[in-house]
C-alpha cells in the first residue's frame, strides 16, 4: 500500500568533549556518550521533540562551533560566567560545581592551592581550572586538550598538581584514583553549570529552559542525577 512519507526528525546538535566523567565520557571501546549531561541533553531534546546528535570536539572549540552554527548546543560542564556569557547565551543553571587541588597522595608539600605557588600545574585548555591556575604567582602551567593528558601528566610526576572541577576530580578518585592520588585544600570557587546556545538564540535557550523546568518537575532531573550521583 501506499506509504505516507514520515516527517524528517528535527535534529538537535548537542556539542561536548568527553574526558569529563561522570558528565561526559566514552566507555573504553564504545562509541556512545555517557554521563549527566548527555543524558540531561538527550532527555531535554527529547522533551522538545528533537533527536539528540552528540558532537565531540576540543573544549576550547565549543563556543567557536556554537557561533560557526556547527552545532546547536553545549553540554560540556560548562560553567556560567562573565566573560563567556558575552560569547553566548546560557540556560538557567542545572548543577553546581567548583574547583579542586589534586595532588599525588606522597606530595606533603602542597596542602592547599596556596601551595601552588612555583609549582607545575596541568589543567584542560580553555577551562575556568586553566584560568585559575594561571592566576597563582609564578606557576608553571601545562594545559592539556583532554583531562585524561593532565592526569597521565599527574601520575608521571611531569606536573605537582591538577585544577580540575570538584566532582569530576572526586569520581576520579572513587573509581581507583585516589590508590595514587588526593585532593588538597577547599572548593576554591563555586560554579554552576549551564547549557549554552549561540548568543542571542533567546527562542532556543527558551525551549531548553522550557523543558528543563519540566524534566525538574516530573522527576526525570532527579531520576538522572541519581543514576550519576547517587541520591
Ligand atoms: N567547568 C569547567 C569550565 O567551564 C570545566 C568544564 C570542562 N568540560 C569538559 N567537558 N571537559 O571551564
Known amino acids: 500500500g501506499?506509504?505516507?512519507?514520515a516527517e524528517p526528525e528535527k535534529v538537535l546538535r548537542v556539542g561536548t568533549e568527553p574526558t569529563f566523567a561522570p558528565f561526559e565520557f566514552q566507555k573504553e571501546g564504545s562509541k556512545s556518550y555517557d554521563g549527566f549531561d548527555m543524558?540531561?541533553?538527550?532527555?531535554?531534546?527529547k522533551q522538545m521533540g528533537y533527536k539528540v546528535e552528540i558532537v565531540s570536539m576540543g573544549f576550547d572549540a565549543l563556543?567557536?562551533?556554537l557561533n560557526s552554527g556547527n552545532i546547536d548546543v553545549v553540554a560540556a560542564g560548562m560553567s556560567i560566567n562573565e566573560e563567556r556569557q558575552k560569547a553566548v547565551t546560557?540556560?538557567?543553571?542545572?548543577y553546581t560545581s567548583g574547583l579542586i587541588v589534586m595532588v599525588n597522595k606522597d606530595n606533603n608539600e602542597v596542602k592547599s592551592v596556596k601551595d601552588l605557588e612555583g609549582k607545575r600545574i596541568a589543567c584542560q585548555i580553555g577551562t575556568t581550572g586553566e584560568k585559575?591556575?594561571?592566576n597563582v604567582a609564578n606557576a608553571k602551567v601545562t594545559a592539556f586538550n583532554t583531562n585524561d593528558e593532565a592526569v597521565m601528566e599527574l601520575k608521571n610526576k611531569g606536573v605537582d598538581a591538577i585544577i580540575n572541577d570538584s566532582p569530576v576530580v572526586g569520581y576520579y578518585l572513587a573509581q581507583g584514583g585516589n590508590a595514587s592520588m588526593k585532593t588538597v585544600g577547599d572548593i576554591m570557587e563555586a560554579e554552576q553549570y549551564g547549557l549554552a546556545v549561540k548568543k542571542g538564540n533567546d527562542k532556543l535557550a527558551g525551549e531548553i529552559n522550557k523543558a528543563l523546568a519540566e524534566l525538574k518537575k516530573n522527576g526525570e532531573y532527579d531520576k538522572i542525577y541519581k543514576t550519576w550521583f547517587g541520591e
Do not use: M, T
Request: proline share 9%.
Open 2 to 5: 501506499d506509504k505516507k512519507a
Open 39 to 45: 543524558d540531561l541533553a538527550r532527555a531535554i531534546g
Open 63 to 65: 563556543i567557536p562551533a
Open 90 to 94: 546560557f540556560s538557567e543553571p542545572y
Open 132 to 134: 585559575n591556575a594561571r
